[in-house]
Structures are given as structure tokens and as C-alpha cells.
């Protein structure tokens, strides 16, 4: 029966902060259509499944409730923590084959994400988005999975209330709403509604795009930022040429095992 771990991802060792992610290590790949069901099934914005491929390598594949991703943070996290935590693994550093290419992750100082930076660029639907999110005068990038608009600062951020079909509606897949920080050097929410999650907790993978823009902002390689979901996340955050160093803690908060079979056959 298929072992299952629910991580806490990017959290602050409360029961209730960071992101939720399952994880399932696998022997083999199970049939495509079941994973989706079992992401389903976990409900959670994403279910990781990871197979072993050599020493302290691993191909690694992400599946919100609804459909599969190319990239996901947190979710990638959480596996480095089960496979550390749960299986033993010592490896100084970690490697996932995906479908955004080789990611890293390393253990010291904390568990630590190394993953491609994604620039952005202007929008031709800039004034959509603007309509959208019912910010006039904001500026609004983009590349081919998200777009980031940005507020004037980190209250309009807080009070910010979505209307999930006006930003369903929109051309990109995911939402990054950003201003800079009071406590931090810069804060986010994140939607995607469009991928059945209507706002993240806290979103690893938009820090490829976020630190990039805000180290160029503030003229900084190292910055550290906050997510202002209801959970809450703090995210560490350093830009090495084209790579982004993402580190956050983790914790296992429930193990669990699938009280049905399931299929094996790719």
C-alpha cells in the first residue's frame, strides 16, 4: 500500500503555517491517471511523486487537484524533507529531473531550493490585468506562465480582495501580487484559479520570478520576503547569476498509507 506524507512546506514550525504539499516516493512510476486521482483525493494545491533514478538523484512530477505542472516549490521541498527525514538520504545535495529541468536541493544551512530563474517582461494586456485586479496605475510583467502585478505597498496587499472569475479569466496560469515589505524586503499573495488552487499559501516556484525583479528593484542579491496568504510563509531568498537559492523549513505534520491498491502500470 502506497505510503503518503503531508509537509508542511516554507513554514514557521507552527500546525498551521507554510504550504501543504503530499508526497509520494515511489518504486516505479503508477499509471498517469492515477496520480491526477490521487492529487485529487489529497486535495492539496500539490502532490509530489518522486522515483529514485541513481544516488541521490530522483525524477520528480507535481499534480494540483485538476492537472499536472511543470514547476512546483514547495512541493519540491517537501520531497527533499520526506527523503531526508524518512529515508535516510545524506546526500549533501539533492537532484530532480522535471519538466523545468534539473533542480537542486541542498541541506545546509536549511533545506534550500536551487531553480532557474524565470524573467519577465512587459505586457501587451497590462490594462486587463489592472481591470482585473482593480489596480489602475499598477505595473504589470509577464512570462509564459504567470504575471506579476505590483502595489503600491504591503497593506493594499493584505486588504486586497480577489474576484477569483475576473482573474480566472485572464491569459496567465498564476498571479503574483507584490509590493514591497514592512518587515521584509518584499511580500506576495499568489492566485491560480485557473489550476483549481483560488490563492497558494506559499508559492516556491514564483520566487524565480519575483527575486529576480525585486533584486534588480533594490539593487540586492540577498533578500528575504514573506507570503500573506492565511497561513503564512517566510521565504529566504539570494540570486546567483541565473539561478535562485529559495530556503525555507519543513515539517512533516501527518504519515499515512492508501487503504486501497493502486496501478501501477505507466
Known amino acids: 500500500m502506497q505510503t503518503v506524507y503531508f509537509v508542511n512546506a516554507f513554514t514557521t514550525q507552527t500546525p498551521h503555517s507554510g504550504n501543504p504539499a503530499a508526497v509520494c516516493v515511489l518504486d516505479e512510476w503508477l499509471a498517469e491517471s492515477t496520480m491526477q486521482t490521487m492529487a485529487a483525493q489529497h486535495n492539496l494545491a500539490e502532490t509530489a511523486f518522486v522515483v529514485e533514478t541513481g544516488p541521490g538523484e530522483f525524477t520528480i512530477r507535481w499534480f494540483t487537484p485538476t ?3 511543470d514547476l512546483c516549490g514547495h512541493a519540491t521541498l517537501a520531497a527533499a524533507h520526506v527523503l531526508i527525514e524518512h529515508f535516510g538520504m545524506r546526500n549533501e545535495r539533492l537532484a ?5 529541468g534539473t533542480l537542486f536541493v541542498s541541506r545546509k544551512p536549511q533545506l534550500t531550493l536551487d531553480f532557474p530563474v524565470r524573467q519577465l517582461q512587459n505586457s501587451e494586456d497590462a490594462d486587463r490585468y489592472r481591470r482585473a485586479f482593480a489596480l489602475p496605475q499598477a505595473t504589470v510583467l509577464y512570462n509564459d506562465l504567470a504575471a506579476l502585478i505590483e502595489c503600491e505597498n504591503e497593506q493594499a496587499i ?6 477569483y472569475s475576473a482573474i480566472e479569466a485572464l491569459p496567465a496560469r498564476i498571479h503574483y501580487l507584490t509590493a514591497p515589505g514592512d518587515a521584509c524586503d518584499f511580500v506576495c499573495r499568489v492566485f491560480a484559479p485557473k489550476l483549481g488552487i483560488p490563492e497558494d499559501p506559499v508559492t516556491g516556484s514564483a520566487y524565480t520570478s519575483l527575486m529576480p525583479y525585486w533584486s534588480k528593484k533594490l539593487q540586492r542579491t540577498t533578500l528575504g520576503a514573506q507570503q500573506l496568504s492565511a497561513r503564512g510563509g517566510h521565504i529566504r531568498l539570494e540570486l546567483c547569476n541565473d539561478r535562485v537559492l529559495i530556503g525555507g523549513q519543513a515539517q512533516t505534520v501527518i504519515v499515512g498509507k492508501w487503504a486501497i491498491e493502486v496501478d501501477h502500470a505507466y
Do not use: L
Request: charged share 30%; no cysteine.
Open 96 to 100: 530532480f529531473e522535471s519538466a523545468s
Open 67 to 69: 492537472v499536472e505542472i
Open 158 to 163: 493584505r486588504d486586497f480582495q480577489p474576484n
